[in-house]
């Protein structure tokens, strides 16, 4: 199999695609891996480093879509970009499936305009791994549509639930509505018509209120992409809105130095499931083909799993299973 | 002043209420209270306990709306209860104020019912203190209306600057709307429109996206009352997750018993910030009259500082800066 990965994508490249590009490869003996960015800074990279050259290619793509660069004007404008020919090659079948940690607008925008959308789809959308006590869950839409209709909660439900169980590994998936209370009557006109609509699903359980959110009350958390975006980055604030308020108290208190240690050493563990620099990438679901992105801030390792998460799309046909799911 | 106070509403009645308004009159020594609810439970609950007898006055009020009850259905239906009672007091010109700890849609839609709304009003909104790095700030709207107009932005941001600076006591407090991103074409539709209208106000300082939430970015925050809803009670779980975290770091850790004690007093201590119960009462903005409405949770301490910010609007004239600040 071979996987395109945005050699310039994120806030530290091209060290870390090209690092996590190099361990995937060597984790797994069967994938080959194709780095999409400028040939002579890749070059460059991976000079001096310990790889199987029959298995890491280079797509020479001279322009750097940059992270805060308006999605849609950049796709335009940048068609030598490693974004825009990444996902063509995808598109032509010269690779399975392109991942990166860039900006995610432009990707959103080149995935759906390049790859066009998979049968029987309403939107596109943009899922995002959300931690909670429990573990994983799926928080559906991240962002893409900020306005859902009834008929979108439904099909982001399938998606997501064919997405946790095929890449994320559980059998069964519960799906729940994100709302202000957990009767069905709760929330605005479309939660209630969405309620309905998902009343069907085997795996749907009910409305999921802000305070469980944390707790992971449910796998798939389906929400607007205006609640979602909101969701997404207040969580990603809570550690350092913690390391703050306890460095305070630790002062107030005259803590010692060693205790001090101590406690943030715990504190850090403690928020370590907060910590979206682990997690592999999130898909684009609904795009006519595999195209992942990943936290800004990606690792290798992070690079790596994102790698992996697109090879477990491919191969267990998420996108088929989707296309079967949503037109029966 | 004479303020009605909910005896039967909270989680902790009649004793907090009872307690709390026997504190505030203590305090204060012009302050009446009148205690709205079943009489013999209030006589009971006054008993042996020491206070200004000629200021403590009892509203006989047989029914108690649940905080479980469907709003609606109950204000209709019990038209007995200490809220109807202590709020059509307040409309009749009996008592300046009435507040509850009590259910908050029955306080709501009784507010809105039985005093009406303020000359030139669209809709009365609830507004929240939320806690923040930097102090409190004021969520608005915090589930009264799920869906908002552009001009009910703009309508809630005065209101909410009047509450600040009377109540709260911030000279130029600022207004942020909560939204996706900081530039002005980023949101919904309704979003560009009421960056647009709020533009015009000198304290608006921009959009405040999810990340800046707890930070303080600004003192009052607009939002529709479905985000809104889902931000408040989202940032209440926040301490409970992280108690549940920090255990099980420390299990795993094998840190001492002594040390544990240490971690948690810090701990609790940095996450008092987030303890909605010492906040006081926050207000039913719009409404032609004061009604606030306080934690369910709500201490003694609790209820005596929501008795005195409903002194303060009155005081402090909030509903007339008000009207003056919608219709000039």
Redesign the interface.
Known sequence: MLIAVDAVGGDHYPENPVQGAIEATTEHSDLQILLAGPEEMIRQELDGKDFDKSRIHVLHAPEIIGMDESPSSAVKSKQASSITMGLSAHKKGKCQAFVSAGNTGALLAASTFILGKLDGVLRPTIATTYPT?KGTSLLIDA?AN??LKPEMYLQFAKMGTIFYREVLGKENPTVGL?N?GEEPEK??EEHKEAYGLLNDMDNFSGNI???????GKADVYLTD???G??????????PD??K???K???E??S?TAE?QK??F???S???N?FNYEHVGGVPFLGVNGTSLVGHGGSSPKAIKNMIFNAVQCVENRVNEKIVASLNK
Chains 1, 2 share one sequence.
């Open positions: 006590v962002g900020l306005e994100l202000v929330g605005k209120e802000g305070k469980d959110i944390l707790f992409g205006f609640t975006n909101m969701i997404l980055k207040f969580g990603e604030s809570i809105v913690l703050h308020l306890v305070a108290v630790m107030q208190n803590v205790h101590l406690i050493s715990i504190l563990q403690s928020l499931t």
